[in-house]
C-alpha cells in the first residue's frame, strides 16, 4: 500500500508584494479573487499544480464553482486575469497553475510522525538525561544509523535511475541517426534536465520528441524551410531563437495526441470556450 502524502501550500513572505498579486487586489473585487486563487491553488496542490476539467459541468469555470462553492462569474474573471498574467496554462481539457509546484511541500507520512516524534523528544532531553533516556537515546542513535544507511541505498538507487534515464535517451538518439555524440556530456544530461522540469516531458515523451525531429528534418531537407539537426543538447535544453520556449516544445502537441497523457506545455494559451 502506497504511503500517504501531505501536501501544504508554501507563500513566500512577499507573496502579496508580487506585481501580479497587487495588480489583482486592486481589480473590483480583487480580495475576493486571490482568496479564490489561494482556494484554487491548494486544489492543484496534489496534481502538481494541474487542476482536471472532468466534464461534469458545460464548463471548466462553472465546474471549480461547483467544486469551490465560489461564484461562476467571480472564477470567470479569475481565469481570464491568471491568462493575462501568464499564471495559468492549458493542455486539451486541463489548466495548469504553473507557480505552483515550487509553492508546493510535501512528505509521507512516515517523514510526519518522524518529525513529530523528533519535535517532542527535543522537548524531553534536556540537561538533565536519566540513565533509562540515555538508553532509548542510544537505541534511537542506532536506529537513526540504520535508516541514514537505507537512505543512502535510496539515493544510490535514484541516481542509477537517473543515469539509466539518460543513457536510455542517448542511446535513443543515437539510433535515430541524427548526430553522432561521441559521449554522454553533463551538458546532455541538463538538457534533459530542464525539458523534464519545465515541460514534464517523461523518457517515453522526449522519445517521441526524437522521433518527431527526426522525421521533421528529412520532409524538410530538400525544401526552402528546412529544418536544423539539432544536437541533443539543443533539442531539449535551447531555447527557441527570439522565444521563452524550448526548442522542443514545437513538438509537444503531437507527443500529447499520442499519448493522451494528463502533461502540460508552457505557453499554451486557453481556449476562452473552455472558461
Excluded at 15 to 27: D, G, N, P, S
Excluded at 154 to 167: F, G, I, L, P, Q
Amino acid at each position: 500500500m502506497a504511503e500517504k502524502q501531505y501536501y501544504w501550500l508554501k507563500l513566500q513572505n512577499d507573496f502579496f508584494k508580487q506585481k501580479e498579486i497587487k495588480k489583482l487586489r486592486r481589480i473590483a473585487g480583487g480580495d475576493t479573487l486571490t482568496i479564490i486563487y489561494l482556494k484554487i491553488a491548494l486544489l492543484s496542490l496534489e496534481n502538481d499544480g494541474i487542476l482536471i476539467f472532468e466534464g461534469i459541468e458545460d464548463t471548466f469555470s462553472s465546474e471549480l464553482s461547483l467544486e469551490l462553492d465560489e461564484p461562476d462569474e467571480d472564477i470567470q474573471m479569475l481565469l481570464s486575469f491568471l491568462q493575462r498574467n501568464k499564471m495559468i496554462e492549458q493542455k486539451g481539457e486541463d489548466f495548469y497553475l504553473n507557480r505552483i509546484p515550487e509553492m508546493t511541500g510535501k512528505e509521507t507520512g512516515a517523514a510526519k510522525r518522524m518529525r513529530l516524534s523528533r519535535q517532542r523528544n527535543n522537548g524531553i532531553i534536556c540537561n538533565n538525561v536519566t540513565p533509562v533516556l540515555q538508553s532509548v537515546t542510544q537505541s534511537k542513535s542506532k536506529s537513526k544509523s540504520k535508516s541514514k544507511s537505507i537512505e543512502k541505498d535510496t539515493e544510490k538507487d535514484t541516481e542509477k535511475e537517473k543515469d539509466n534515464k539518460y543513457n536510455v535517451l542517448f542511446d535513443f538518439y543515437i539510433e535515430a541517426d541524427l548526430i553522432h555524440h561521441k559521449t554522454l556530456t553533463p551538458a546532455i544530461k541538463k538538457a534533459i534536465d530542464i525539458a523534464e522540469k519545465e515541460l514534464m516531458l517523461d523518457v517515453e515523451q522526449m522519445k517521441r520528441i526524437i522521433d518527431r525531429h527526426k522525421k521533421k528534418t528529412e520532409e524538410t531537407k530538400n525544401t526552402d524551410f528546412k529544418t536544423k539537426v539539432r544536437t541533443l543538447a539543443e533539442l531539449f535544453g535551447q531555447k527557441k531563437y527570439m522565444s521563452s520556449s524550448l526548442i522542443c516544445s514545437d513538438y509537444i502537441d503531437e507527443v500529447w495526441e499520442d499519448t493522451k497523457k494528463k502533461n502540460v506545455n508552457n505557453g499554451v494559451i486557453i481556449n476562452p470556450d473552455h472558461l
